[in-house]
């Protein structure tokens, strides 16, 4: 199970740091992603960390200003949202997987999914 947290109202430029927190002793082992679907608008890749927190990838909107981490002992998933656009307003998915080596940045690829998380970036 994962339950994602950290949203909220925020103004352009500003930061915001997302969770989401796995149930299970299992959460080490999977791969782990980022998804966010604006107003209106389908569900789009945002971010992924393997297993390990070894290598990360990133959607081309979001590079140089958001960073994915994790801390394992904590079973907890981490996105880092800074310089925050306006367009960057979205519900934020967390969502993991088994790990292998296709498929990062496809939601059906993902075998869990939280709730989502409401972020919204004021101009």
């Known amino acids: 199970q994962l339950q994602a947290s950290g949203g909220g109202l925020v103004q352009a430029g500003g930061s915001l740091r997302l969770s989401c927190a796995a149930s299970g002793r299992t959460f080490s082992s999977y791969d782990m992603g980022w998804f966010r679907q604006p107003p209106g608008k389908e569900r789009d890749f945002v971010a992924a960390?393997?297993?390990?927190?070894?290598?990360?990838y990133y959607a081309d909107s979001v590079k140089g200003r958001f960073t994915i981490s994790r801390d394992n002992a904590a079973n907890t998933v981490y996105l880092q949202m800074n310089s925050l656009k306006p367009e960057d307003t979205a519900i934020y998915y967390c969502?993991?997987?088994?790990?292998?080596?296709?498929?990062?940045?496809?939601?059906?690829?993902?075998?869990?999914w939280g709730q989502g998380t409401q972020v919204t970036v004021s101009s």
């Open positions: 969502a993991a997987r088994t790990p292998r080596t296709y498929g990062r940045t496809q939601q059906n690829a993902y075998d869990y």
């Open positions: 960390i393997t297993w390990s927190g070894g290598i990360v």
